[in-house]
T-cell receptor
Framework: GQQVMQIPQYQHVQEGEDFTTYCNSS?????IQWYKQRPGGHPVFLIQLVKSGEVKKQKRLTFQFGEAKKNSSLHITATQTTDVGTYFC?????????????FGDGTTLTVKP | DSGVTQTPKHLITATGQRVTLRCSPRSGDLSVYWYQQSLDQGLQFLIQYYNGEERAKGNILERFSAQQFPDLHSELNLSSLELGDSALYFCASSVGSGGQGVGYEQYFGPGTRLTVT
């Protein structure tokens, strides 16, 4: 079955450093979503990418969808302490009528001030 | 505030017992998803309902069951509870069913923390 893998599992950075998390799928994704979960909180939807090679920006966050639609990345420029949390990617199952999204295991970001 | 509500916030119960978790989706959303998140682990998809019907099944144990009612709220029933069932249970909702591989953004509730002692 489809599996969405995320790396790294953990990332510790100094405030002001950049951060990148990668998401790789074993199958082609029709689209991919990114979520952020703050410590003690619930996942919050950040963005959805649909087109091959798509790049979207939200302030210091840059999201990319690979040309083959099998991978994606989230890059944060100049991290701040407010960026702390776990970032998940999620890709829907493509080959069936099921609408479930397969979530990656997440990348937990800690930022040292 | 995502607009998704879950009750109760916390639940402490003993092994072998049965509990029911409740979720009300955002206004206008027809899909409800249930996820389990154990300590320091990712989100394990359990089950999805769309407009009252089961849409997709994930890693849901036979001891667990769910349903979505005509008013679109959903309940997750967990029975014969074991220590390993202790986790955060999230409900999420989306406007569409996600058929044909189309993913819809999901809005998560605050979760129910279940502790089995």
């Amino acid at each position: 079955g489809q599996q969405v893998m995320q790396i790294p599992q953990y990332q510790h950075v100094q405030e002001g450093e950049d951060f990148t998390t990668y998401c790789n799928s074993s199958t082609t994704l029709s689209n991919i979503q990114w979520y952020k979960q703050r410590p003690g909180g619930h996942p919050v939807f950040l963005i959805q990418l649909v087109k091959s090679g798509e790049v979207k920006k939200q302030k210091r966050l840059t999201f990319q969808f690979g040309e083959a639609k099998k991978n994606s990345s989230l890059h944060i420029t100049a991290t701040q302490t407010t960026d702390v949390g776990t970032y998940f990617c999620a890709g829907p199952v493509l080959d069936t009528n099921a609408g479930k999204s397969t979530f990656g295991d997440g990348t937990t970001l800690t930022v040292k001030p | 505030d995502s607009g998704v509500t879950q009750t109760p916030k916390h639940l402490i119960t003993a092994t072998g017992q049965r509990v029911t978790l409740r979720c009300s989706p955002r206004s206008g959303d027809l899909s409800v998803y249930w996820y389990q998140q154990s300590l320091d682990q990712g989100l394990q998809f359990l089950i999805q309902y769309y407009n009252g019907e089961e849409r997709a099944k994930g890693n849901i144990l036979e001891r667990f069951s769910a349903q979505q009612f005509p008013d679109l709220h959903s309940e997750l029933n967990l029975s014969s509870l074991e220590l390993g069932d202790s986790a955060l249970y999230f409900c999420a909702s989306s406007v569409g069913s996600g058929g044909q591989g189309v993913g819809y953004e999901q809005y998560f509730g605050p979760g129910t923390r279940l502790t089995v002692t």
